[in-house]
């Protein structure tokens, strides 16, 4: 549960040194009419480049991680994919969105956004305001996000790992 599954008979898939999913097959088309130097939809020895960043299991499934435009370089060279933290944060349940921010930064940091239909009835049996502007800033709330960054950042090597975050006293909308 959770894997794309395994490739179908007559598709192989390989993971490039980057992490880049390649797919190769009679079904694979040979490359974009005129477009031969397009990243995303190369193919290269018969090899579909196909952006995404993902691992084959001992079992043969394949998982996929992120997008490969979607990586982060820090400060130091390395490579990040955003998307394992991200994903890893709002799973819980008193968050809404998270951004991880890194890109030629000496380590990563993240915007948070709380999920209001968790957080306020939470934060009404604990006894503290209802409203999101003050429970960005309240004590006990940057606690209860930091022990889910904690959790996230444990599955990650230590250069990977969020250093700091930041609670923004409303969701991201188109505007912001």
Not at 9 to 35: C, K, S
Not at 153 to 171: G, M, Y
């Amino acid at each position: 549960f959770g894997s794309v599954g395994r490739p179908l008979p007559g598709v192989e898939v390989r993971i490039a040194d980057d992490g880049e999913v390649l797919v190769r097959g009679a079904n694979v088309f040979r490359g974009y009419h005129g477009r031969a130097d397009a990243s995303f939809g190369a193919v290269e020895d018969g090899w579909l480049r196909t952006g995404d960043l993902g691992r084959l299991d001992e079992d043969g499934y394949l998982w996929i991680t992120g997008r490969k435009k979607d990586i982060i370089i820090t400060a130091g060279g390395k490579n990040l994919t955003p998307a394992n933290f991200e994903n890893d944060v709002r799973r819980s349940p008193w968050v809404s969105h998270c951004v991880m921010h890194g890109d030629r930064r000496p380590y990563p940091v993240a915007l948070i956004t709380l999920d209001a239909e968790a957080i306020v009835p939470w934060a009404s049996q604990q006894g503290l305001p209802t409203d999101i502007p003050s429970l960005a800033r309240e004590p006990k709330v940057i606690a209860l996000i930091q022990a889910e960054v904690d959790k996230a950042n444990a599955r990650l090597a230590p250069v990977e790992q969020v250093k700091r975050f930041a609670i923004l006293d409303r969701d991201f909308s188109q505007q912001t």
